[in-house]
């Protein structure tokens, strides 16, 4: 399972008990809100799209939707996310628990700007019921991401 994957990752930096898991679903920034009893948009939702035949990982806010001509000036390609099926096959984890921990090698991670205006986010760990509280600069850390983007709308 997926969260192992992301437990196993986070127990090499000690973090593993930061990692909260619930009896509900927390599959959808709506309930991941609910769940965390937080704003939705400090829900860090992790989108996963094509560009150039590999696997790209766009960390966002929970009120922040993707702009398709930044996203084209950014990639140089038309916003394609992944099916549900691919979305497991390339990323290593299944819709509702996709996260930029202990992904599948060559999948890309970026974070979007959106996530800057806040002290903390919550991503999720590897499934459909799990989150982790994280600082901006640790999202950093331990999401590995290539790069800070700016590619998301209806945020500010």
């Known amino acids: 399972m997926a969260i192992e994957k992301v437990k196993a990752y ?12 619930f009896d509900v679903s927390s599959a959808t920034v709506e309930l991941a809100a609910e769940a965390l009893h937080c704003e939705p948009q400090r829900i860090a939702k992790t989108l996963s799209f094509m560009v150039n035949g590999c696997g790209v990982l766009i960390v966002a806010a929970g009120d922040a939707k993707i702009d398709n001509k930044k996203y084209k000036a950014q990639f140089g390609t038309k916003a394609k996310m992944l099916s ?12 509702g628990g996709v996260c930029p921990f202990a992904v599948n090698e060559g999948v890309e991670v970026y974070l979007d700007v959106s996530l ?5 986010v919550f991503p999720a760990c590897g499934s459909s019921n799990s989150a ?16 800070w983007i700016d590619v998301c709308k209806g945020y500010q």
Not at 116 to 120: E, L, Q
Not at 132 to 147: D, M, N, V
Request: hydrophobic residues 35%; aromatic residues 8%; charged residues 35%.
């Open 10 to 21: 986070f127990r090499k930096y000690g973090m593993e008990e930061k990692i909260r898991e």
């Open 84 to 95: 549900a099926e691919e979305v497991e096959t390339i990323v290593g984890h299944a819709v």
């Open 116 to 120: 800057k205006r806040f002290g903390t």
């Open 132 to 147: 982790i509280e994280l600082t901006i600069p640790e999202l950093e850390k331990y999401s590995g991401h290539a790069g």
